[in-house]
């Protein structure tokens, strides 16, 4: 294994032993092949590390019901949401509702303070 491998699988570790119950199961179902590739490609890349970023982040929505974020980086008063995007689940099958919702959804998150960074996924 290299360096980010090891780093990343004690990264999951960490992550998947401080949870339980749906952020539990997000976290298991919810980090798959393109959420890697960004860690991989992008983010360790740039860092090298994977201080203060937390994976399938629970968020309360502007409903009072929860969302997960892909991934949130918190450090000192920066909250930057992290969302990876493929094209297809994100945007070609998706209804006018379900589009009008994650704009809406992006908009409160930036009224209440968080940056977002969207990683689009073509393949």
């Known amino acids: 294994m290299n360096e980010f491998e090891i780093a990343h699988e004690a990264f999951l570790t960490k992550h998947i032993s401080m949870r339980g119950g749906e952020r539990l199961k ?3 179902e919810g980090h ?6 960004f860690l991989e490609q992008i983010w360790w890349n740039a860092f090298g590390h994977f201080q203060d970023l937390h994976p399938e982040y629970e968020i309360k ?4 019901g929860t969302r997960f974020l892909d991934f949130a980086f918190l450090r000192h008063s920066l909250r930057l949401a992290i969302e990876i995007d493929g094209f297809g689940p994100h945007f ?16 409160h998150l ?3 303070g968080w ?3 969207r990683y689009l996924m073509m393949t």
Do not use: C
Not at 32 to 37: I, S, V
Not at 92 to 99: E, L, T
């Open 26 to 28: 997000r976290l298991k």
């Open 32 to 37: 798959g092949h393109a959420e890697k590739l």
């Open 92 to 107: 070609a099958n998706i209804s006018r509702s379900q589009f009008s919702d994650q704009l809406i959804r992006q908009n």
């Open 110 to 112: 930036i009224l209440y």
């Open 115 to 117: 940056k977002i960074f």
């Open 61 to 64: 929505d502007f409903r009072d």
